[in-house]
C-alpha cells in the first residue's frame, strides 16, 4: 500500500502539466471560438492586454464608463489614462479571467499565470492518484491473497505456505484487479473532480501576486485546504462517479487480462 501511494504521488507531479494542457484543450474544442477583432490591431493599440488576457479585446464602452467616473477625481497622476492602460482587467469590462479555451497552448499559460501554474491541481491530483493506488493495490493484494488461501484449502497435501499454493487463474487475476479499480476509483474520484475543475480555473500573475500580497487564505475546511479541494465544489464532486468506476474497472481488468495473454503467447 505505501509502495502504491508513492508511486502515485510520483506520478501525480510528473503528469500534472500534461493534464492540465490536455483538460484545456478538450475545454477549448468544445467551446466555440469567440469573433474578435484582428489581433495586430489589438497588440498595436493596447500590447499589454494581448500578452496579459490573450483571446480578449477591449470594450470601449466600458473603458469610456471608467474614465468618466474616474474624470470627477482630483488628477495627482500626471498620465492618468496612460496607468489605466496598465490594468488590462479595466479594459475588458470585466473582472473575470479569461476562459479555459484562450489559455490551453503551453506558451499562454506561461505568459499569463507562469511556470508555476502547470502544476495547477498538484494537492488534488497527488490526493488521487495516492488513494487511488493505495486503494487498487491493497484491495487486489486483499483478494489475490484470499484466492490462494482457498485455493489452498482444497489442495492435498496442504501447503506450507501461499506460494506453494500455485499462481492464480489469469481470468481470476483480471477479475480481481477489475474490481480493484472499481473501488479505487469510487475512492478518489471527488479529488479527480476537485483537480479538473481546479485545472480549469485561469489565475493570471497579477491575481496570484495580490493574493500573495493579502496573505489570502483559502477557504474551507482544514482537510479541504490540503487537498486543494474548493467548498463550492461539494455539491458536484461525485458528479460522473459511476462513469470513472466503469472505466477504471474495465481498463484494469484489461490490462491485467492483456498481460497475462501477452506473457502466455510470447514465453
Known sequence: ??????????????????????????VGSAI???????????????????????????DMRVWNGSVSLLSNLSPKHPDMMGALKQHPWMLTGSGKPPLPSDVQVPS??????????LWRGLRP??????VFSGMFFSCWQFIHTAMLTWQS??????????????????????LAAGFSGVVAAAASHTFDTAK?????????KYIAMERRFLKW??????IERVTGTSP???NVLFRGIGLRMARSGIASFVLVGSYYLAVDQLL
Open 32 to 58: 466555440p471560438m469567440k469573433a474578435t477583432n484582428p489581433a495586430n490591431v489589438v497588440q498595436e493599440s493596447f500590447p499589454l492586454l494581448s500578452k496579459l488576457l490573450p483571446g480578449h479585446v477591449p
Open 125 to 130: 491530483g497527488v490526493a488521487r492518484d495516492c
Open 153 to 174: 484449502v482444497n489442495m492435498n497435501p496442504e501447503p506450507r505456505n501461499l506460494e506453494e499454493a500455485g499462481p492464480v487463474p489469469p481470468l481470476a487475476s483480471s
Open 232 to 234: 463550492a465544489d461539494r
Open 196 to 204: 479538473s475543475r481546479s485545472q480549469c480555473t485561469v489565475i493570471p
Open 1 to 26: 500500500m505505501l509502495a502504491g501511494i508513492t508511486a502515485g504521488a510520483v506520478e501525480a507531479f510528473v503528469c500534472t502539466p500534461f493534464e492540465l494542457l490536455k483538460l484545456r484543450s478538450q
Open 217 to 222: 487564505r483559502a477557504p474551507g475546511m482544514w
Open 108 to 117: 499562454r499559460v506561461i505568459a499569463l499565470e507562469g511556470w508555476g501554474a
